[in-house]
């Protein structure tokens, strides 16, 4: 099929079906990779929630401008959407959440989204260990791997130390962020290195 043909077509779908469309070959696979960020459809993302959860779980919670929500679900070996459970066989369920989902997620995105958070479970009476480590690798993933900055207006951030929210907010573009949400777990806040940002020096307006 021609290349013209094919990008009309994928202009005219939804990005959630684009994604569909390139798990079915490697040639779609391939053409869809290669598309620049203009020629796909935008996602018209309003929120996106990343939440740890008690059993090593990750959560996203995705909202859109039309009303509707996704939420995704990954723990070790498997993905969870819609009901549909896919087996992840030997790959990471963390590289496959950061590296693969959310960048697709956040290269369909046009304009600024409402709002991004990132934290964990606040329902749950007590996180073990390794829930906490995932939430740390989390956040090591979002700094390390990250190949384009977060366009939100309005960031909230659950961490347990002030390195966390140092490396979340530096995810963040700049341009957009016009409120920034900390909520610190058991310690006390400080600004001295995140006053130094320049996602701190764009907001208008801090939560603490």
Do not use: H
Request: charged residues 30%; contains cysteine; glycine residues 4%.
């Amino acid at each position: 099929m021609p290349v013209v043909v094919m990008e009309n077509i994928i202009g005219l779908l939804d990005f959630r079906s684009v994604l569909t469309l390139r798990q079915v070959c490697r040639d779609f696979w391939n053409f869809i990779d290669d598309l620049k960020d203009s020629k796909l459809p935008d996602s018209k993302l309003k929120g996106l929630t990343l939440t740890v959860r008690k059993g090593r779980k990750l959560e996203f919670k995705i909202e859109y401008f039309d009303g509707s929500i996704d939420i995704i679900e990954y723990m070790e070996n498997s993905r969870t959407y819609k009901e549909k459970i896919t087996n992840l066989e030997n790959s990471n369920f963390l590289d496959v959440a950061i590296q693969n989902d959310l960048k697709w997620i956040l290269k369909f995105q046009r304009g600024s989204s409402d709002l991004f958070e990132i934290g964990m479970d606040l329902q749950a009476v007590y996180l073990r260990p390794e829930d906490e480590q995932l939430y740390q690798d989390v956040i090591e993933q979002l700094s390390n791997c990250m190949n384009r900055k977060i366009k939100t207006k309005k960031l909230q951030i659950w961490a347990n130390k002030n390195s966390e929210f140092l490396s979340i907010i530096q995810i963040v573009d700049p341009k957009f962020v016009v409120e920034l949400n900390f909520r610190p777990r058991f310690f006390a806040f400080e600004t001295d290195e995140i006053s130094k940002t320049e996602q701190w020096k764009m907001a208008k307006v801090f939560g603490f």
